[in-house]
């Protein structure tokens, strides 16, 4: 099978594997080459794909759509944080919302100094 990851700024993945394990709403399935074509909606959590030569490797993914037809399996997801091992990966992902929770925090800092401007502004108009 061939498996793409897509989040929206670019292709994070394509791949040959033989096997790709994911969650949904009610619970985890499986995908093996010759399983009927399917399409599911992802929750936030760990996407499990079997290379050829047998290693499996593991992505955090967000929330999603998930479609297999024939022997692709197509991944469209907001966003995608791949490890080596699991432990590895929950590292990299508290990184990861490390990282983005700092930028969260100065746009909204931004969106508050911006939001306070007009406010002082429309008082001064009010005063004039």
Do not use: W
């Amino acid at each position: 099978m061939k498996l793409k990851i897509m989040i929206p700024s670019e292709i994070f993945l394509e791949e040959e594997v033989t096997k790709v394990v994911a969650e949904a709403e009610n619970g985890f399935f499986c995908f093996l080459p010759r399983h009927v074509d399917y399409t599911a909606a992802l929750v936030p959590g760990v996407l499990s794909y079997t290379t050829a030569d047998g290693r499996d490797h593991y992505l955090a993914v967000d929330v999603g759509t998930i479609v297999k037809k024939g022997d692709q399996v197509l991944v469209s997801t907001r966003n995608a944080v791949a490890g080596g091992a699991l432990g590895e990966l929950k590292d990299v992902v508290v990184a990861r919302f490390r990282e983005i929770d700092e930028r969260e925090k100065k746009a909204r800092a931004a969106a508050a100094k911006i939001e306070l401007d007009v406010l002082r502004r429309f008082m001064e108009l009010r005063h004039e």
